[in-house]
């Protein structure tokens, strides 16, 4: 019981991410923007504690906009006509996206702008990366793409149902990066085997569809794939 009331409590949580994705425009870009600038330091070679910060500001920056759009919705429940105090409220937490958008371009820009000049100067030279470093990079992005896939189809609940199937997503996800990391065929077969179950077993009790099971774990571990092609 504890279990089950955890994911749903989780459910409804990554619900609430999927609506705002789905339904504030704003989000969607900053979800895109995290993922480009995540990219672009992997790329780059910024290093570990310079990477941590700007992973920091990016998730200040969503949680901001998400916070912003949860409050535009409480005014509009219990102001729904014109009101003055609505818009100061609605003002002031657009206000406060602002603070930390601009915060997080300077801290941003900062801690790029040697890269990028270095870029410049002796040309792109991609940076590679450890296994472990490139498999959580790649659980990320996958996550945010299927966050956005789900959000554009609307349909079903985060956890249960929709296009793609998160589960199978991250199952092959994992999948791609263990082979990598382990370069042990018996360890890459058996983590495979218990993809495909994960994947099988979401079909077996009718939350997703083989199609959307298919699509799921086509993007985990195509884009897990590429990554390691990049930057391995």
């Known amino acids: ?8 409590s989780a459910n409804n ?38 990477f941590l910060i700007i992973c ?12 912003n759009s949860a409050i535009e919705v409480v005014v509009d429940m219990v102001m729904p006509g014109p009101s003055e105090r609505a818009r100061i409220i609605k ?12 915060g997080s371009i300077v801290i941003g820009y900062i801690i790029l702008l040697p890269y990028l000049e270095r870029a410049v100067k002796e040309g792109i030279r991609i940076t590679k ?15 945010i793409l299927v966050v956005i896939t789900k959000s554009h189809f609307g349909k079903g609940h985060p956890l249960r149902g929709g296009l793609p199937s998160g589960h199978a997503a991250m199952a092959f996800s994992i999948w791609v990066s263990v082979s990598y990391i382990s370069s042990n065929f018996i360890v890459s077969l058996l983590t495979f085997v218990t993809a495909l179950v ?6 077996a ?4 569809t083989p199609w959307e099971v298919f699509l799921g774990a086509a993007i985990g571990s195509l884009i897990t794939f590429i990554l390691f092609s990049i930057f391995y």
């Not at 999927?18 to 425009?25: E, I």
């Not at 003002?91 to 601009?102: K, T, W």
């Open 1 to 8: 019981m504890p279990l089950r009331k955890w994911v749903e």
């Open 13 to 50: 949580a990554i619900e609430g991410i999927l609506y705002a994705a789905k339904s504030q425009r704003h989000v969607r870009y900053h979800l895109y923007a995290a993922s480009v600038i995540l990219l672009l330091s992997f790329l780059l070679g910024v290093n570990r504690g310079e």
């Open 56 to 67: 920091l500001i990016s998730v200040m920056v969503i949680v901001a906009e998400m916070i």
């Open 91 to 102: 003002d002031m937490a657009a206000g406060a996206v602002l603070i930390a958008a601009f």
């Open 129 to 143: 990366h450890s296994a472990e470093d490139i498999a959580i990079i790649a659980l990320v992005v996958v996550l």
């Open 198 to 203: 994960i994947a099988q077993s979401r079909v």
């Open 205 to 208: 009790v009718r939350v997703h």
